[in-house]
T-cell receptor
Framework: DAGITQSPRHKVTETGTPVTLRCHQT?????MYWYRQDPGHGLRLIHY???????DKGEVSDGYSVSRSKTEDFLLTLESATSSQTSVYFC????????????FGPGTRLTVT | RKEVEQDPGPFNVPEGATVAFNCTYS??????FFWYRQDCRKEPKLLMS???SGNEDGRFTAQLNRASQYISLLIRDSKLSDSATYLC????????????FGKGTSLLVTP
């Protein structure tokens, strides 16, 4: 299995509070991604990174920000959590070889009450 | 039209059966293709890449038809442990930007 960890694995928070999710990889892959997965929607890209300090928006980026100060860490921040951000969040990594196939972390289950 | 479309199922099949999943994609310029497997409440895991010439990995066979923009996955001799959701995934460009995920097809293999 690819060396990807996510923390926390579960979190319950209140509406309006800031939340930061962490993704850590030991594979030295260049690309990192944050997805959310909701019933009926499948996996949707929030933000991705193509290198240290290089990030870009995905299809559902509103309400989220990211940072990547080191190759191995990619942080996802919900500045002011809303109930619509209740979801399962997956981090993924990829590299140029093997057609950019992605490997996923175990996920973070976030509940905003 | 969605980028990647799959029949959501569920497909209920007995052990030992052969089952096939299909997937269509809308971007004719798509470069690479994959099947992922996702167990309930777990992360998606790469099952296999799909090559133009078709490829096989044990009981699993993947086929690509670029002209029809169609991908398939065949599972032979189904096992109980094959029960999962199978995601069809397409890389629309030869880059690390993003993959397009289908919503998945649910498979339940019964004794």
């Amino acid at each position: 299995d690819a060396g990807i960890t996510q923390s926390p694995r579960h979190k319950v928070t209140e509406t309006g509070t800031p939340v930061t999710l962490r993704c850590h990889q030991t594979e030295n892959h260049r690309y990192m991604y944050w997805y959310r997965q909701d019933p009926g929607h499948g996996l949707r890209l929030i933000h991705y990174s193509y290198g240290v300090k290089d990030t870009d928006k995905g299809e559902v980026s509103d309400g989220y920000s990211v940072s990547r100060s080191k190759t191995e860490d990619f942080l996802l921040t919900l500045e002011s959590a809303t109930s619509s951000q209740t979801s399962v969040y997956f981090c993924a990594i990829s590299q140029q070889g093997n057609n950019y196939e992605q490997y996923f972390g175990p996920g973070t289950r976030l509940t905003v009450t | 039209r969605k980028e990647v479309e799959q029949d959501p199922g569920p497909f209920n099949v007995p052990e030992g059966a052969t089952v096939a999943f299909n997937c269509t994609y809308s971007n004719s310029a798509s470069q690479s293709f994959f099947w992922y497997r996702q167990d309930c409440r777990k992360e998606p895991k790469l099952l296999m890449s799909v090559y133009s010439s078709g490829n096989e990995d044990g009981r699993f066979t993947a086929q690509l038809n670029r002209a029809s923009q169609y991908i398939s996955l065949l599972i032979r001799d189904s096992k109980l442990s094959d029960s999962a959701t199978y995601l069809c995934v397409v890389n629309p460009s030869n880059s690390g930007y993003a993959l397009n995920f289908g919503k998945g097809t649910s498979l339940l293999v019964t004794p």
